[in-house]
Structure formats: structure tokens, C-alpha cells
């Protein structure tokens, strides 16, 4: 059974930082794509970063330059480094995996068949 459980989520203030995991188990997890996701109140899921198993990497435009996202194979854990955060950066943030998505389609949600419950982050102004 595979399951992704997110942690590191919280409230911080406009300009601080925050580290998101996502612990993988009961899947092969270094040979697949990881993304995080996120949704704010009353707005669709959008795709927020995503890496493939050599490492490539894929960002949304509004995140490009102040997150990262990077996977420990060995821990079988995916990472999203957030800083300069905004208050438009609110949302559940959620963690996917697959074991393929096609390409260009890194940041889709239809991509992934598995998720995580999601973790909330709030930045305050």
C-alpha cells in the first residue's frame, strides 16, 4: 500500500521560510516522478515543483527562484525548500508521486495517481 504523509507545514510570517517533507513508503520510490502540488481556498490544484528520478526539476513561474524542490532516494523522502514566502504562497500543499508522466505535463494533476493528505501553510502579511 502506498502512502505519502506531508509534514513541516505551519504559519509564518510574509519574507520567512518554511521546509516541507513527504515520506514515501510501500512504493518503489527512486525511479518515479515526485511533485508538490498546492490549492487555496476556492482556487483549483495547481502544480508547484516536481523532479524526476535524474533529478530534472520543473517549477511554476510564481515559485521559480525562491523554493526548491530536491528528493533523498536513500530516505525515500521528497523535499520543498520555501523561501521569501508570500501571503499568496497560502494553500495545502500536497505531495504526488507516479511512475511516469508524460512530458511537459510535470505540473498536471491528472499526472499522479498517488497523494498525500496535505499540509497546511499560512503566510500572514
Known amino acids: 500500500q502506498v502512502q505519502l504523509a506531508e509534514s513541516g507545514g505551519g504559519s509564518v510570517q510574509a519574507g520567512g521560510s518554511l521546509r516541507l517533507s513527504c515520506a514515501v513508503s510501500g512504493y518503489t520510490y527512486s525511479n518515479r516522478i515526485m511533485a508538490w502540488f498546492r490549492q487555496a481556498p476556492g482556487k483549483e490544484r495547481e502544480g508547484v515543483a516536481a523532479?524526476?528520478?535524474?533529478?530534472?526539476?520543473t517549477y511554476t513561474d510564481s515559485v521559480k527562484g525562491r523554493f526548491t524542490i530536491s528528493r533523498d532516494n536513500a530516505q525515500n523522502t521528497l523535499y520543498l525548500q520555501m523561501n521569501s514566502l508570500k501571503p499568496e504562497d497560502t494553500a495545502m500543499y500536497y505531495c504526488?508521486?507516479?511512475?511516469?508522466?508524460?512530458?511537459?505535463?510535470?505540473?498536471?494533476?491528472?499526472?499522479?495517481?498517488?497523494w498525500g493528505q496535505g499540509t497546511q501553510v499560512t503566510v500572514s502579511s
Open positions: 504526488a508521486a507516479d511512475d511516469y508522466v508524460g512530458p511537459g505535463r510535470q505540473l498536471k494533476q491528472y499526472e499522479y495517481k498517488y
Open positions: 523532479v524526476e528520478n535524474d533529478g530534472r526539476t
